[in-house]
């Protein structure tokens, strides 16, 4: 059974720092591309950030290019979201996302997010 559990969301000042966890468990990791999504209450959800299976190639969205950084160790499952100088425009559900490609498509595995709060 594939399990992606997130950590480490909380309620933070404007121009704080969170680093988020997602640890997976019952895939093989290395093989998959990871990527962090939030969603706002009322809004789309939305890609913030992505690394592939080797890191070094990583895709950032233009809301958090220089404040959000993804990372991954493999060793431990483990994919990071460090995020500083947190927005209150930044409040969502970030939800963790596993992707693979094979033959047939896209195989995708989702996490039950965790919640940023950012507010005085």
């Known amino acids: 059974q594939v399990q992606l559990v997130e950590s480490g969301g909380s309620l933070v000042q404007p121009g704080g720092s969170l680093r988020l966890s997602c640890e997976a468990s019952?895939?093989?990791?290395?093989?998959?591309?990871m990527r962090w999504f939030r969603q706002g209450s009322g809004k789309e959800r939305e890609l913030v950030e992505a690394i592939s299976t080797e890191p070094g190639s990583t895709y950032y969205a233009d809301s958090v290019k220089g404040r959000f950084t993804i990372s991954r160790d493999n060793a431990k499952n483990t994919v990071y979201l460090q995020m500083n100088d947190l927005k209150p425009k930044d409040t969502a559900v970030y939800l963790c996302n596993a992707e693979k490609w094979g033959r047939t498509g896209p195989t995708n595995h989702w996490g039950q997010g965790t919640q940023v709060t950012v507010s005085e």
């Open positions: 019952g895939l093989n990791f290395n093989s998959y591309g």
